[in-house]
C-alpha cells in the first residue's frame, strides 16, 4: 500500500521557517520524482518544488525560490521542504507527491497545513 505522510507544518510568524518532512512507502522511492505542492484557500493547487529520481538539483517555483530548500533521502525513503523566511502568502496546505517524472504525480499525500501569521 502507498503511503506518504507529511509532518512539520504549524503556525509560524511572518519571516519564520519551518521545515516539511514527508516518509515514503509502498513503491520503490528510489525510481519517483518527489514533489511539494500547496494550496491556499479559494486557489488552485501549485507546484512549489520538485526533485526527479535522478536527484539533480531540484525545481522551484518562483514563490519558493531563494526561500525553500527541497532534498530527499533515498535511504530512509524521506523527502523535506526547508521553507525560510515565510510570508502571509505562504500560508496553505502543503502536499508531498510522488511520480514517474516531475509534474506527472501518481501518488499524493493527506497534506500539512502550514499557517503564517503574526
Known amino acids: 500500500q502507498v503511503q506518504l505522510v507529511e509532518s512539520g507544518g504549524g503556525l509560524v510568524q511572518p519571516g519564520g521557517s519551518l521545515a516539511l518532512s514527508c516518509a515514503a512507502s509502498?513503491?520503490?522511492?528510489?525510481?519517483?520524482?518527489l514533489a511539494w505542492f500547496r494550496q491556499a484557500p479559494g486557489k488552485e493547487r501549485e507546484a512549489v518544488s520538485c526533485?526527479?529520481?535522478?536527484?539533480?538539483?531540484?525545481y522551484y517555483s518562483d514563490a519558493a525560490k531563494g526561500r525553500f530548500t527541497m532534498s530527499r533521502d533515498n535511504a530512509k525513503y524521506t523527502v523535506s521542504l526547508q521553507m525560510n523566511t515565510l510570508r502571509p502568502e505562504d500560508t496553505a496546505v502543503y502536499f508531498c507527491a510522488a511520480g514517474d517524472v516531475c509534474l506527472s504525480e501518481d501518488y499524493w499525500g493527506q497534506g500539512t497545513q502550514v499557517t503564517v501569521s503574526s
Open positions: 509502498g513503491f520503490t522511492f528510489d525510481n519517483y520524482a
Open positions: 526533485i526527479e529520481s535522478d536527484d539533480e538539483d531540484p
